[in-house]
Nanobody, 118 residues
Framework: QVQLVESGGGLVQPGGSLRLSCAAS????????MGWYRQAPGKQRELVAG???????NYADSVKGRFTISRDNAKITVYLQMNSLKPEDTGVYYC????????????WGQGTQVTVSS
């Protein structure tokens, strides 16, 4: 039943780097956009970065210049390179995908924990 699988989360010190990966099942047809959301303790889930099928990207202001999203359409995989990590980046990161006829992201991964702490 799991159609989006994240990997790469973990514990890292401030200033460190992590790269998250998300592989989509081939059973998901007509994926348009993919992205990463995160949810910090006690806060609402927020969009961190998104990428369209054409390669256009968008980022939350808090991560611009530090995070980079990319995708491999052949492998149906999306990545999030996270550099210069801060404690406030801590949270559960969720991979998401949007299919061609959906207004919103309609497929979600199970989430992977990212903890930035000294």
């Amino acid at each position: 039943q799991v159609q989006l699988v994240e990997s790469g989360g973990g514990l890292v010190q401030p200033g460190g780097s992590l790269r998250l990966s998300c592989a989509a099942s081939r059973s998901i047809f007509s994926i348009n956009a993919m992205g990463w959301y995160r949810q910090a303790p006690g806060k609402q889930r927020e969009l961190v970065a998104g990428i369209s099928s054409g390669g256009s990207t968008n980022y939350a202001d808090s991560v611009k210049g530090r995070f980079t999203i990319s995708r491999d359409n052949a492998k149906i995989t999306v990545y999030l390179q996270m550099n210069s990590l801060k404690p406030e980046d801590t949270g559960v990161y969720y991979c998401a995908a949007r299919t061609e006829y959906s207004r919103d992201y309609n497929y979600w991964g199970q989430g992977t924990q990212v903890t930035v702490s000294s």
